[in-house]
């Protein structure tokens, strides 16, 4: 029997392949924002700039990501919404 160590996400799947840099993580963020603090939340991204680029963001901006996988064509990422600051 095997254990899925990956995080289930309390939000349904942010679709964003598509979606241009910076937007992409523009709305991930409105997102999260949105959130509370824990719950995780699974964006999907493009290849290129997009997976490049928006995981550093948001670990930059405090969140914790628990997963990036390639899907082949996309890639599937899943960020648990930072605590709030004090």
């Given amino acids: ?3 899925n160590l990956t995080p289930e996400p309390d939000y349904p799947t942010l679709d964003l392949r598509g ?3 910076p937007m992409n993580f523009v709305r991930t963020k ?6 509370n603090p824990g719950e995780v939340l699974e964006v999907w991204l493009d290849p290129g700039e ?4 928006v995981p550093d963001s948001l670990v930059m901006d ?7 996988e390639d899907r082949g064509g ?5 960020v ?3 605590a709030k600051s004090a």
Wanted: hydrophobic share 45%; glycine share 4%.
């Fill in 1 to 3: 029997m095997t254990q």
């Fill in 19 to 21: 979606t241009p840099c």
């Fill in 30 to 35: 409105l997102r999260l924002d949105k959130m």
């Fill in 50 to 53: 997009p997976i490049e680029q």
């Fill in 62 to 68: 405090g969140h914790i990501m628990e997963l990036i």
């Fill in 74 to 78: 996309f890639f599937a990422l899943q």
């Fill in 80 to 82: 648990r919404r930072a």
